[in-house]
């Protein structure tokens, strides 16, 4: 995964800035927000994301699924699937079902 990102940077696909903890700097920065979790809990990260506008993606787990709403809010995917989960940033083509995933994450945390 860490070789396909790299790639992916060099050739302009996604800007990956690395570590930070700087949470309202990345989330001014950033269109979308990924967490691939591989255990159960309230991911508040996500929680941030959906208020501050942004398009979650994100693992079919326990705790992801009660803060995403499949297609409304986000997108939920398997578990242990990285690269699946990366592709899947990608494919969002459809912008139309991105901003009303946008709308329902904020409305969601309000």
């Not at 070789?3 to 269109?31: C, D, F, P």
Request: hydrophobic share 40%; net charge positive; proline share 5%.
């Amino acid at each position: 995964m860490r070789k396909r990102l790299e790639e992916w940077t060099k050739q302009g696909i996604v800007e990956h800035w690395g570590y930070s903890t700087n949470v309202a700097e990345t989330m001014a920065k950033s269109h979308i927000a990924m967490r691939p979790s591989l255990s159960k809990g309230l991911p508040k990260p996500l929680i941030r994301a959906a208020a501050c506008g942004r398009t979650v993606i994100t693992t079919d787990l326990l705790g992801c699924t009660d803060t995403i709403s499949p297609y409304v809010t986000g997108l939920l995917l398997p578990a242990n699937t990285a690269v699946v989960l990366a592709e899947r940033a990608f494919t969002i083509e459809n912008v139309i079902q991105s901003h009303l995933m946008i709308y329902g994450g904020m409305r969601n945390t309000e």
